[in-house]
C-alpha cells in the first residue's frame, strides 16, 4: 500500500465502481460480525504471495466495502466487525492472469 494518497483514493474508486457491477440486485448489508473469505486463484506466469503481502492486498476490499467511504456492506474493517480468511490456490486451468472470490457470510 506504499502509494500516493491520491493514487489510493483513485484506486479505491475503481474499485467500488467495480464492485457495483453487481446487476440489479441491492447490495447486502450485514450489522453484525461478518466472516469474509476471500480466495485468490493464480496461473500461468504467476506465482503465490507470500502471506503478509497476500492479507494486505486486501486491503482496498476491505476499504470498498465498509459503511464509512465504501459501499456498506459491512459496518467496519475491524476485527470486532469482520473475521479475515485469505487462501491462495493454482487454478487447475491454468488461467492467464488472476482471479478473486469473495465470500460474505454470517451465522
Known amino acids: 500500500m506504499r502509494m500516493h494518497w491520491a493514487a489510493r483514493k483513485k484506486a479505491l474508486k475503481n474499485l467500488l465502481q467495480l464492485l457495483v457491477v453487481y446487476g440489479d440486485k441491492p447490495l447486502p448489508s450485514f ?14 506466469r504467476k506465482r503465490a504471495f507470500d502471506i503478509d ?9 476491505l476499504d470498498a466495502i465498509k459503511k464509512k467511504g465504501g459501499l ?20 487447475k486451468d491454468d488461467i492467464g492472469g488472476i482471479n478473486i472470490c469473495i465470500e460474505l457470510y454470517n451465522e
Open 31 to 44: 450489522d453484525s460480525q461478518v466472516k469474509i473469505t476471500v480466495t485468490r486463484l493464480w496461473g500461468k
Open 72 to 91: 456498506g456492506i459491512v459496518y467496519d474493517d475491524s476485527p470486532k466487525h469482520t473475521v479475515l480468511s485469505v487462501t491462495q490456490e493454482k487454478a
Open 53 to 61: 503481502n497476500l492479507y494486505g492486498g486486501c486491503k482496498l476490499l
